[in-house]
Nanobody, 121 residues
Framework: QVQLVESGGDLVQPGGSLRLSCAAS????????TGWFRQAPGKEREGVSC????????YYADSVKGRFTISRDNAKNTVYLQMNSLKPEDTGIYYC??????????????WGQGTQVTVAS
């Protein structure tokens, strides 16, 4: 069955960095785009970033542009989210999600369980 397992969340000080990983299994990873979402306490889930199946196209929310970088290693069935210059407003549970198609305009059809990121001093 399709599985997505996030890891790498932690408590970090403002200005710090984290790298999240999303390990996928149970499907042909390189046929699907993958996205990262986050949900802060009391807020709706929001899209953070997405990468196409080959990695040739990437997308970012305005709030993270220039600070976050998404990448993928299709040989390892893993997507990464490098987060730099973290701010307290980046705090939340981060989820990865498989897109139903090659590109990021496809809908998300499978989700991981999430990993907690807390940015605080």
């Amino acid at each position: 069955q399709v599985q997505l397992v996030e890891s790498g969340g932690d408590l970090v000080q403002p200005g710090g960095s984290l790298r999240l990983s999303c390990a996928a299994s149970g499907f042909t990873f390189n046929l699907h785009a993958t996205g990262w979402f986050r949900q802060a306490p009391g807020k709706e889930r929001e899209g953070v970033s997405c990468i196409s199946r080959t990695g040739s196209s990437t997308y970012y929310a305005d709030s993270v542009k220039g600070r976050f970088t998404i990448s993928r290693d299709n040989a390892k069935n893993t997507v990464y989210l490098q987060m730099n210059s973290l701010k307290p407003e980046d705090t939340g549970i981060y989820y990865c999600a498989r897109r139903s198609g090659y590109a990021c305009d496809a809908s998300s059809d499978y989700w991981g369980q999430g990993t907690q990121v807390t940015v605080a001093s």
